[in-house]
């Protein structure tokens, strides 16, 4: 049952229907604001370092990273990388993005306690990502029900992932549209800025809800076969 017809997934349709709605909405946001140009004249990269002098962060470097909306802060290195389409460019969706990753570089000058968990959490999840299912597949190869427990305990590393690193993205968007809105851009430009986050903090909902419905198919499928 498990390898040819498996009703649990079914369980998986809301998070790939809303995983897809938020690619869309990301796209259809981030391409309409990309158009408008921003009245301040400033880049990606120029509103980034300003924000990050003025909250404590002024010794993070900020680089040009290749690829489209592979925009990131990293931690480890204290460097802030911003693709070529938000480096360069003085749309009001690029300055958006800048800000909203100038903000987690200030969480970590900040101490804020949901990125120090998530950060520590990247390691464990990597690993409960990587050999969840394997040790699942391989515990009901075997009928060998604490290798099956042990795969969904693998996997729950990396739902706690997701479910952590949402507080951590919406704060960020709130520590950007803040900063913007109290000096840096009008109203309008603003508005802008608040549709691009939004959509983008969807994708983040969307995969947490994905590796939920997961977490919860393994456990339905352990529980079948447990009873069998």
Not at 47 to 57: H, K, S, V, Y
Not at 156 to 167: D, E, G, I, N
Not at 207 to 219: D, G, N, P, S
Request: charged fraction near 15%.
């Amino acid at each position: 049952m498990f390898f040819w017809y498996d009703p649990t997934y079914w369980l998986l349709i809301p998070g790939l229907i809303l995983a897809l709605y938020a690619q869309i909405r990301v796209s259809s946001a981030f391409h309409k604001w990309q158009q408008e140009m921003s009245c301040t004249g400033l880049t990606g990269a120029q509103i980034a370092r300003q924000i990050l002098d003025a909250n404590g962060a002024g010794d993070v470097r900020i680089e040009p990273v290749a690829g489209s909306l592979t925009d990131h802060y990293d931690p480890r290195d204290g460097v802030l990388r911003l693709s070529s389409e938000v480096y360069g460019s003085r749309s009001i969706a690029a300055l958006g993005v800048a800000a909203h990753e100038a903000g987690h570089a200030i969480q970590d000058a900040q101490a804020y306690a949901p990125l120090r968990i998530r950060s520590m959490l990247v390691p464990l999840a990597n690993i409960g990502s990587n050999a969840a299912v394997p040790l699942f597949l391989l515990g009901l190869i075997f009928s060998w029900q604490p290798l099956v427990k042990i795969g969904i305990l693998c996997f729950s590393l990396a739902v706690l992932f997701y479910l952590v690193t949402l507080p951590v993205e919406f704060n960020a968007s709130r520590r950007a549209v803040g900063v913007l809105s109290s000096g840096y851009l009008p109203e309008n430009e603003v508005r802008g800025v608040k549709a691009v986050l939004s959509a983008a903090a969807l994708t983040y909902v969307a995969a947490a809800l994905q590796a939920l419905l997961q977490l919860l198919r393994l456990i339905l499928i352990a529980g079948r076969r447990d009873r069998d």
